[in-house]
């Protein structure tokens, strides 16, 4: 895979997203399979057409009928006797690949397909790969198959076969999902989230997420764009599509799935494709300032904070409660998630304490109600007391709003709301109990509701990382490969297949990483001088070629003292793993790391920094970025890590060479980009980190070629 690197912008013809303007935006639509029968499929799409504002022409295509919905219908795609842009084939499989024929045949440029394009009885050739053999030959853009189409409320354009809301007013948000049943709950939505653009991309035969993403990016009306992904079929498309997005100020929220072994398999029975590692999206989504969720209401209410006119001024979070109970839940939600609250100054906790019943803290999150006595200038006085904080980014207005003849709180919101340029949302803790009417009252003056305290506190999370994320630069990382050593490497790895442990430290040590000092050996005298040349203790591993774990098998033996103990080492790794062993000295005891390089078959090479030693197993403590990775990015997916206090310093211990700890996965980093297309993995565990330094104990590489000669041998 071609990658730019992080911090130059990718190059993407913007200009190409106009390869999908017969599709997304058609002056002319045939509708083959067209029906009067209410219900059908051919009769939902020419509703939805019809219904939707459309104002090209359409034409209904079935030689079974004279008119549907009060136009003529033609018998054939050949018959219509005008230009058509783009066909909806609301047809079965068996008649897909005789009307994409006819399409290409005509001159049409685009086509969406709602069957499975499943086969009973299969060709030589799989119905889809023919399928997309017709398209891409006449150049035509293919939403699908087993897609729901989609609907482009920019233009009245409703490519669909699914009963859709009519009255669907266009919004800021395009919305791109792998998930069929998702495209049409999320049109359904009352969470007050509106689509510009919204589509289900079905199997991607031809037009892939990509190229989806391309096109919506490059949309004046696109403020926020949602992805439910499955899998990415395109992945330099899309990361081109992302570095665009990043380029226009574009926020792009995703929400995956297959991020276990067993959602994976049922990704890829769904899709045929298999899912995204969750390690690689990991990585791009950080790259490029992805918000990546986790469940689709945190989806939805992302999209919504994040398509606000009003972005986070700086600071944190203020939450303004009817409730002391409600705002210890929000408190330890707000912890646990690692939501910035704002600190409030002194001048502020005195303004509100001089309207506070007595008994009520001046705290963020602030309980204001004591009694009902004048609540709302009560209200009104510290909810701009909190705004007017400096270090309050967006005032969250916990409130539940149920069904109640009483406009107190809408009231106090909009109020606030109007008394300020920073963000004001009313977060309500029980989705179930929110009034409809007063919901979308309060959205129609600009007032985001977030329906559940979880993910409403996690979208206004996203919010804050939004604003950070768009004041610094992406670091720049500089080539500071040596060519000549790029080459050697290169070279030995399209020749050896199998590496061992001196191997893997003699290449990460030309790249710049420290390794520990060591010698190879073969017999037991050998060993015993590597020993006296190092200088007492050693270790003494076992140097067989692909063994994981050297402790498990009995092949290491640490803090040999005398020429006796490495003999006797020596004799008993030899007996059981083979004569070949690796001799190193000691390192002294630190925090150890684990660092890798892993190919992810559709990003590339990725680089991994996490707990090492035993705990590499234990506990899931790891990083994952895009190479190029220098200093400050490799500092910052240190400062991530769970263990990141230890490395800092704990209970008067000294804090480890960060630095230089940094310093060394940006060398092998530059490992990755110099030599990743012929590794499947580079492992370093562990990297032994102190105050005066760090050195790689151990370390694996796993050659390309090693994967195709065990193919080979299978």
Not at 572 to 579: E, I, K
Not at 673 to 699: E, F, K, Q, S, Y
Request: net charge negative; aromatic share 4%.
């Amino acid at each position: 895979m071609t990658r730019a690197a992080i911090g130059e912008t990718a190059t993407v013809d913007v200009a190409g997203h106009s390869a999908l303007q017969p599709l997304l935006d058609a002056r002319s639509v045939a509708v083959v399979g067209a029906s009067p029968r209410p219900g059908a499929v051919g009769r939902l799409a020419m509703d939805q057409l019809l219904g939707g504002g459309f104002t090209g022409a359409v034409h209904p295509v079935n030689p079974r009928h004279d008119d549907v919905c009060g136009l003529p219908c033609a018998p054939t795609l050949e018959d219509i006797g005008a230009t058509v842009d783009l066909v909806v084939l609301a047809v079965g499989a068996r008649r897909l690949e005789a009307q994409l024929e006819s399409a290409a045949e005509t001159g049409v440029r685009a086509a969406v397909v709602f069957a499975s394009a499943h086969e009973h009885d299969a060709g030589v050739t799989p119905l889809p790969s023919r399928l997309a053999a017709i398209a891409r030959t006449a150049g035509m853009a293919l939403c699908g198959p087993n897609s729901m189409g989609f609907v482009h409320l920019d233009v009245g354009l409703r490519a669909t076969g699914y009963d859709q809301p009519l009255d669907l007013a266009p919004g800021p948000v395009a919305l791109l999902t792998h998930s069929g049943s998702l495209f049409t709950s999320m049109l359904h939505n009352r969470r007050g989230v509106r689509f510009n653009l919204a589509v289900s991309t079905g199997q991607e035969l031809v037009t892939t997420m990509a190229d989806y993403l391309r096109y919506a990016v490059a949309r004046a009306t696109t403020r926020v764009v949602a992805l439910f992904c499955e899998t990415v079929r395109d992945p330099d498309g899309f990361v081109a599509a992302l570095a665009e997005a990043r380029r226009r100020d574009v926020a792009v929220v995703a929400l995956t799935v297959g991020r276990h072994a067993e959602s994976r398999a049922l990704v890829t029975a769904h899709s045929g494709a298999l899912a995204g590692a969750d390690g690689a999206y990991e990585a791009v989504f950080d790259a490029y300032g992805v918000h990546r969720v986790r469940t689709i209401d945190e989806l939805l209410d992302t999209a919504a904070v994040l398509a606000m006119d009003r972005a986070a001024a700086p600071g944190g979070l203020a939450v303004m409660h009817d409730s002391g109970g409600e705002r210890a839940h929000v408190l330890d939600l707000a912890l646990d998630g690692g939501v910035p609250l704002a600190e409030l100054a002194p001048r502020t906790r005195a303004a509100l304490a001089a309207v506070l019943d007595p008994g009520l803290p001046a705290t963020n999150p602030l309980d204001v109600w004591g009694s009902s006595v004048g609540f709302h200038d009560v209200f009104m006085a510290c909810g701009t007391a909190l705004l007017r904080d400096p270090d309050t980014a967006v005032l969250a207005f916990c409130v539940d709003l149920p069904d109640r003849d009483d406009d107190s709180y809408p009231r106090i919101a909009r109020e606030l709301h109007a008394g300020t340029d920073k963000p004001v949302v009313v977060l309500a803790n029980v989705a179930g109990a929110v009034n409809p009417v007063v919901a979308d009252q309060l959205r129609s003056d600009g007032i985001v509701v977030l329906e559940g305290t979880a993910t409403g506190l996690a979208a206004l999370s996203h919010l804050l990382a939004r604003r950070d994320r768009r004041s610094p630069a992406p670091e720049t990382v500089p080539a500071v490969g040596d060519p000549e050593v790029r080459e050697r490497w290169r070279s030995r790895l399209r020749d050896r297949a199998v590496w061992d442990e001196a191997d893997a430290l003699a290449l990460l040590a030309e790249h710049g990483v420290p390794v520990v000092a060591h010698r190879r050996a073969d017999t037991a005298d050998d060993a015993v001088r590597a020993a006296a040349d190092l200088g007492y203790p050693v270790a003494v591993k076992t140097a067989a070629p692909g063994i994981g774990h050297k402790t498990d098998l009995g092949g290491v033996h640490l803090g040999l003292g005398d020429a006796a103990a490495v003999r006797a080492a020596y004799d008993q790794v030899a007996a059981r793993l083979g004569r070949d062993v690796t001799v190193a000295a000691m390192t002294p005891p630190g925090v150890e790391l684990a660092l890798g390089v892993t190919v992810d078959p559709a990003f590339g090479p990725l680089l991994v920094v996490g707990a090492g030693g035993v705990l590499v197993e234990i506990i899931e403590d790891r990083r994952v970025a895009l190479p190029p990775v220098g200093p400050a990015r490799a500092r910052r997916l240190l400062d991530d890590l769970v263990l990141a206090p230890v490395l800092r310093g704990v209970r008067g211990g000294p804090a480890v060479d960060l630095a230089g700890v940094a310093a060394t996965i940006a060398a092998l980093s530059q490992v990755a980009v110099d030599l990743g297309d012929l590794l499947t993995a580079v492992d370093i565990n562990p990297l032994v980190c102190r105050a005066d330094g760090c050195v790689a104990v151990d370390a694996l590489v796993v050659p390309a070629v090693a994967d195709a000669a065990e193919v080979g041998e299978r």
